[in-house]
């Protein structure tokens, strides 16, 4: 069956028509092409999608062997937590379980991911299947049974009908953990809700990592913990969305490394940091190559293992060019052993994953350090996580059980390395 839409993206605050996207599911395999529309093509202001997929030509695009859908597209379609809400919906409105297609299109609520939205004609964006999620904007009060609707998903229930309309709103994003967009004084936010059965606060570990991060240097968005159906919440301040001098909400192209990269979502150790940092060259506004190390050493510290491909974001800037968006999803990783691997490669593919200040280090000059620039970035940093990591944690309401949970997490921190490397001769 093929299911065809019209793709939009946000173009100063106006949603613009940039082509058709028509998706073929045959049961077993999906696919995807695309063509953009003259009238885009002949904007001064027109963008690609997606710079690799999906440059800007006036020919058809297909998806390469092995992609249902364009990595650009992608970006704008849910994970786990949210394709499951979507699932559940299906099953419950038509008896049958939702397919690649349905995950895209079946929220129009507007609180995806980024400046892209669908429509079924270039008029607006709007209903682009037989069915159409419940367009629902909460708020801060409608959290404690936006909670009931993550629990009851959690257990595997069939969620009851009065709380289907928080499907929208939570099923647009990415990751695997319960998350949801609420408004609060009229500006979008991400909710991260606790779960049953979940062995820290997740919600006070992260935000602790995040304030980490911002005393690292690195750009971070507003955040808050709260607390919801006795569980604790992270709220983030939406960094993929801005207000222009009226107060109207705009949104931001953003995509993702796996886009900048070309890579498959499941090509894990295919990629390292530094093919992250020359996507940026390639595609980016200004040089990032500190930035980028600074995050790679600073996930080293903070024990963070899920640094894949999505949890690298990238936004589009006036002049065409992407720059790093604020640093997100950074948390400690609950294992007993102080050994651990990362995702991405330390330096280039093939470089190691393993989560060693040195091996930071010597990745460093595949992201256009020198050598002794990082040592010092990587000696400051991990003398700055072990002087201040608990006293963070306890000032974000952790417990002693969540700080002895998450020490391990934390075994690099605090060591140094030195300006040379040593002769394993000597």
């Known amino acids: 069956m093929d299911y065809k839409a019209i793709v939009f993206i946000e173009l100063g605050g106006e949603s613009v028509p940039a082509g058709r996207i028509q998706i073929s599911e045959d049961g077993n395999h999906t696919r995807s092409i695309f063509g953009y529309g003259r009238g885009y093509l002949e904007r001064a202001d027109a963008v690609a999608i997606d710079p690799v997929q999906m440059p800007l030509t006036s020919e058809v695009i297909r998806t390469p062997e092995d992609f249902a859908l364009f990595n650009g597209i992608r970006d ?10 979507i699932d559940k919906y299906v099953l419950r409105k038509l008896n049958r379980p939702a397919n690649e297609a349905e995950f895209l299109l079946a929220s129009q609520s507007g609180t995806r991911i980024g400046a892209l939205r669908f ?63 609420v408004l609060v004084d009229g500006f979008p936010w991400l909710v991260k809700f606790g779960k049953e059965g979940d062995r820290v606060s997740m919600a006070r570990t992260e935000a602790g990592c995040l304030d980490l991060c911002e005393m690292a240097g690195l750009p971070t968005c507003e955040r808050d913990v709260t607390t919801i159906g006795g569980r604790d919440a992270l709220l983030l301040k939406r960094f993929d969305r801005s207000q222009d001098d009226e107060g109207r909400v705009r949104r ?40 980028v190390y600074r995050r790679m050493v600073m996930n080293v510290l903070c024990g963070n293992t899920d640094d894949h491909y999505r949890n690298h974001a990238f936004l589009l800037g006036e002049d065409g060019r992407y720059e790093p968006s604020p640093v997100y999803d950074v948390t400690p990783s609950l294992q007993v052993s102080s050994s651990r691997a990362m995702f991405l490669h330390l330096g280039r593919a093939g ?42 944690m306890q000032a974000r309401g952790c417990s002693a059980h969540d700080i002895e949970m998450i020490e391990n997490s934390f075994s690099e921190a605090g060591r140094t390395v030195e300006p040379e490397p040593k002769d394993p001769g000597l």
Request: charged share 25%; no cysteine.
């Open 351 to 392: 470089a190691g994953r393993e989560a060693r200040l040195e091996a930071a280090v010597d990745g460093a000059e595949s992201l256009g350090l020198q050598r002794a620039e990082a040592v010092t970035i990587a000696n400051e940093l991990s003398r700055m996580v072990a002087a201040n990591w608990r006293s963070v």
């Open 76 to 85: 704008a379609a849910p994970d786990a937590w949210g394709r499951s809400l």
């Open 252 to 291: 931001r192209h953003m995509v993702s490394s796996l886009t900048l990269l070309g890579a498959h979502e499941l090509d894990r150790s295919a990629s390292g940091y530094a093919d992250i940092y020359d996507a940026l060259r390639r595609y980016g506004a200004a040089p990032a190559g500190e930035e």
């Open 119 to 181: 429509g079924a004609n270039p008029t607006r964006p709007g209903q682009a299947l037989s069915f159409t999620l419940p367009d629902f904007s909460p708020s801060l009060g409608d959290l404690a049974q936006f909670q009931e609707l993550v629990d009851q998903v959690g257990r595997d229930e069939r969620p009851e009908e009065h709380l289907m309309d928080f499907v929208s709103p939570g099923s647009d994003l990415g990751g695997a953990r319960p998350k949801g967009t």
